[in-house]
């Protein structure tokens, strides 16, 4: 776990970061829009006195009326604090300079600096100034343009704005930080039913695979994973209910012969006997051994089975021809038990001909065993549009229940369990028969009614890729 950031940590972290990001556009945004209306608030104030100023200039007509002037423009001043007005002639000489004690720079006076709508900004002494200049004609006849520079002093607008910034950063900082801690408490908050389906994980042993998990509390987006988990749960309660069902079945089949064995072989010991008694008693173990001997190699197919490790040779499969040679295999049998064998159809797959022959031979001697004297065994082979073989193997003979259908194919699974040695199968061959198929791409089924009971094999006529189990 070292090195690993939890869910909640970065769901946390992302919250912040995006809160962090929205704050700080926010704050430029306003501090921007604070900035530039004292921006325009100012050329709005020097635009004004600038018109002013242009309006008097314009009604000078006389000496007299320029001599009066510089009042009048004081006079214009007044309530107007840092705001300062000043009137050069075309030769470069003063006409009029207001008492605001405001330095204005050359590049204003030359009006090629500043205008109207690009103001001048400059700073001198540690105080900012804006400027604009233009120049203004007079009414005067032969009275050549003067220029009009006015400027205000925005030293306090930037000692508020520096304040307006301290404060707004930080309450934007306080805010992320906030953001952050309200972001950590609802994703705690949200990934509450998280935890709860681990805490309910956690609880689940081999004794309790019974338990599911409550859908009905669980938050919609999280429904889908309880749902998946649920079904994990369903899974391996029932691979561990198979596994012990194996189990217990496994070590009831080998104790009856290991049984027989040491009986036969302590009876034989007891006492002194003759070359033909123990060759009797040989012979009975060699048959318990014999039926150790397939049971163990049935099982070690069925473990390949599971693995993938049972891979089919490629060859061309003659059905018809295959359970033509197992009907003349079981035909005494048969005819001991007065039961016809009937075969119908024909069709090849590319198959491993071996390992399709023991499974028509399983599934021929099933339907053998467990059919009524005189009745029959019908095989049906059925063409699929190309793709795939049907194979039907069908018999008479008792119903098989409906709740049985879906473990026939379980190893050591029996209908009848009382009637388990009456044969010399061990319960595998339908097990068996399903690896085989399923190792050549098929599908088996399984029906059973009114004394009637079918299996149906799928095997696609294609060839099979290798591992394919």
Do not use: C
């Not at 009066?68 to 009137?87: F, N, R, V």
């Not at 994990?232 to 209910?241: K, N, T, Y």
């Amino acid at each position: 776990m070292t090195g690993r950031k939890s869910i909640t940590l970065r769901l946390t972290l992302l919250f912040a970061a995006l809160s962090t990001a929205v704050l700080l556009g926010l704050g430029f945004l306003i501090g921007n829009s604070v900035e530039r209306h004292f921006e325009e608030q100012d050329l709005d104030a020097l635009r004004g006195k600038l018109d002013l100023t242009r309006h008097a200039l314009a009604k000078v007509q006389s000496a007299a009326d320029m001599k009066a002037l510089p009042q009048q423009l004081e006079d214009s001043l007044i309530g107007h604090h840092g705001l300062a007005i000043t009137i050069v002639g075309a030769h470069g000489e003063s006409i009029f300079s207001s008492a605001g004690g405001i330095p204005f720079p050359q590049a204003l006076l030359s009006h090629r600096a500043a205008t109207p709508s690009m103001p001048l900004i400059w700073t001198t002494n540690g105080r900012s100034f804006r400027g604009i200049a233009a120049a203004v004609p007079t009414g005067m006849a032969g009275w050549r343009e003067s220029t009009v520079a006015i400027a205000t002093d925005i030293s306090h607008h930037e000692q508020f704005m520096a304040s307006f910034r301290l404060t707004l950063w930080s309450f934007v900082s306080v805010a992320a930080l906030l953001s952050g801690l309200l972001g950590w408490a609802a994703v705690r908050r949200g990934l509450a039913p998280l935890r709860d389906i681990r805490h309910a994980a956690a609880a689940v042993t081999a004794s309790r695979l019974d338990y599911r998990l409550p859908l009905g509390t669980i938050p919609a987006e999280l429904a889908e994973l309880a749902e998946t988990l649920n079904q994990m749960l369903a899974r391996l309660e029932d691979s561990f209910r198979r596994i012990s069902d194996f189990s217990g079945d496994l070590a009831h089949e080998l104790r009856t012969p290991v049984s027989n064995l040491m009986t036969e072989t302590q009876v034989a010991l007891a006492k002194t006997r003759s070359a033909e008694e123990y060759r009797e008693v040989l012979a009975s173990n060699v048959e318990e051994f014999e039926r150790l001997a397939r049971m163990i190699a049935d099982m070690l197919f069925l473990a390949k089975a599971d693995h993938g490790l049972v891979v089919p040779s490629r060859e061309t499969v003659d059905l018809a021809q295959n359970v033509r040679e197992l009907f003349l295999f079981y035909e005494a049998l048969a005819e001991e038990k007065g039961i016809r064998l009937e075969l119908s159809g024909n069709g090849s797959i590319i198959g491993d001909r071996l390992m399709l022959r023991r499974a028509f031979s399983n599934l021929l001697a099933n339907a053998i065993r467990h059919s009524h004297p005189g009745g029959h065994v019908a095989v049906r082979i059925d063409s699929q549009a190309g793709n795939a073989i049907w194979l039907t193997v069908e018999n008479t003979g008792d119903t098989i229940p409906a709740e049985y259908l879906p473990r026939l194919f379980d190893r050591f699974f029996r209908v009848d369990p009382s009637r388990q040695h009456a044969s010399d199968g061990a319960g595998l061959g339908l097990a068996i028969t399903d690896s085989i198929v399923r190792a050549h791409g098929g599908e088996i089924q399984a029906r059973s009614a009114d004394g009637l009971t079918r299996f149906k094999l799928r095997l696609p006529v294609r060839q099979v890729p290798d591992g394919i189990a």
